[in-house]
């Protein structure tokens, strides 16, 4: 069980990584656009997801904290 977290954790980061970060610095992306994609395939990914649902939360939840500590450690 904690490995799915650790795993659907990770999935988030990248995820959050490619929708905030490169999509639109890179691709020229509206911000927007990108937040929808963000929005439309978590939604996608944990509705295909056999997890409970407070493995997704939990997931959801690590995945944005681990995110933040590498946009704080990499952009400043």
């Known amino acids: 069980m904690a490995l799915r977290v650790i795993g659907y954790s990770l999935v988030m ?20 656009v990108s937040r929808a994609l963000l929005v439309v395939i978590t939604a996608i990914f944990f509705t295909l997801s ?15 904290f681990v995110f933040w500590i590498l946009i704080f450690l990499f952009v400043r």
Request: net charge positive; aromatic share 12%.
């Open 13 to 32: 980061v990248i995820l959050l990584y490619l929708t905030v970060v490169f999509l639109p610095e890179s691709l020229n992306i509206n911000r927007n």
């Open 50 to 64: 056999k997890n409970k649902w407070w493995i997704n939360v939990v997931s959801l939840i690590l995945g944005v």
